[in-house]
């Protein structure tokens, strides 16, 4: 993959990539940290793509400028858990503590970020572990174990040998949104696609699940903004 800068107010940085399976040319701008992606099919000239990406120019600065950017976690930050922004606050306690609109955290300053990585894993960790063995339980199936990723390309996944796969970031979206994403990698267990028979599955130990899948497709890239480590 190639870069090319289009020169403007302000430049923008393309990443050209050059692909046997495309069809047409296309521009992605990625919402988590405004990286553009412009993809041509092995037929098609580079020349020609970036042509294509100089006439949209003014539509990339737009969307560019418009994704959010990335919050450094520390003292004071607005953080959401479970849904719920909670400020972090210092104290002089032994642990962190979880409040309705706050979250003490004991330590240094600039411990912060990787002690409240740390309890939200654990949060997350038993928060999917519960609503797997819930939704397991109702499918009639078992699964072997959970793993936990900072996964940007999805939010979580089921294997064949039936290990379920989840985004610790999920504890910071409502508890709704992600019971439903556990409800989703657990109905895997009994199809692994996605088929009618898969979604009449999901319906039938979840019920409706529109308002959470537009919720992460809406909003749930907003949850890679928070930085935790340097």
Not at 122 to 147: C, E, M, N, V
Request: aromatic share 8%; charged share 25%.
């Amino acid at each position: 993959m190639s870069e090319y800068v289009i020169q403007g107010d302000p430049p923008v940085r393309v990443h050209l990539r050059r692909s046997a399976r495309a069809r047409r040319i296309s521009l992605r701008v990625s919402r988590l940290d405004g990286k553009v992606t412009l993809t041509h099919p092995a037929s098609v000239p580079a020349g020609e793509a970036l042509d294509f990406a100089h006439e949209r120019a003014d539509w990339l600065r737009g969307h560019v400028t418009d994704v959010p950017l990335s919050v450094r976690v520390g003292i004071e930050t607005e953080l959401p858990i479970e849904g719920q922004l909670r400020r972090v606050v210092q104290t002089q306690g032994r642990r962190i503590e979880l409040a309705p609109f706050e979250i003490a955290v004991p330590g240094s300053p600039e411990t912060v970020g990787k002690r409240l990585e740390s309890y939200l894993k654990t949060l997350a960790r038993d928060r999917l572990a519960a609503a797997s063995d819930d939704y397991a339980a109702r499918l009639g199936k078992s699964f072997q174990r959970i793993s936990l990723r900072d996964t940007r390309s999805r939010w979580g996944s089921c294997s064949s040998r039936g290990t379920l796969m989840y985004s610790w970031r999920l504890v910071m979206a409502p508890p709704e949104v992600l019971r439903y994403v556990a409800a989703h990698e657990v109905a895997h267990l009994a199809q692994m696609n996605h088929s009618r028979a898969y979604w009449d599955g999901l319906l039938r130990i979840h019920g409706p699940f529109d308002i959470q899948r537009r919720w992460l497709h809406e909003q749930g890239g907003d949850l890679h903004r928070f930085q935790f480590t340097a």
